[in-house]
Nanobody, 116 residues
Framework: QVQLVESGGGLVQTGGSLRLSCAASGTIFGIDRMGWYRQAPGKQRELVATITSGGSTNYADSVKGRFTISRDNAKNTVYLQMNSLKPEDTADYYC??????????WGQGTQVTVSS
């Protein structure tokens, strides 16, 4: 099992910044990708950004140029730097880890609210 603990959510004004962190623990060998997803009220969960063990990144079009995903392998932690935040970024953000290209784990989520 992999445990994921998110932190860093909160309330910010439009144009502001937040940095989310996700620390992985437990059976972490075999994790090939980590990432962030979000779910706004009444909407489906959607991909925000992912980063592979090799460092390749992928972003949703809606966050490209504003969000940056990174990872610290020594700390088994992935980060999401969110800049130029918009009200439409308001959602619960979930950390995700994938092992052996198939087994997925989720964190409990952290709330991000962007006020207009």
């Amino acid at each position: 099992q992999v445990q994921l603990v998110e932190s860093g959510g909160g309330l910010v004004q439009t144009g502001g910044s937040l940095r989310l962190s996700c620390a992985a623990s437990g059976t972490i060998f075999g994790i090939d990708r980590m990432g962030w997803y979000r779910q706004a009220p009444g909407k489906q969960r959607e991909l925000v950004a992912t980063i592979t063990s090799g460092g390749s990144t992928n972003y949703a079009d809606s966050v490209k140029g504003r969000f940056t995903i990174s990872r610290d392998n020594a700390k088994n932690t992935v980060y999401l730097q969110m800049n130029s935040l918009k009200p439409e970024d308001t959602a619960d953000y979930y950390c995700n880890a994938r092992r052996y290209y198939s087994i997925e784990y989720w964190g409990q989520g952290t709330q991000v609210t962007v006020s207009s």
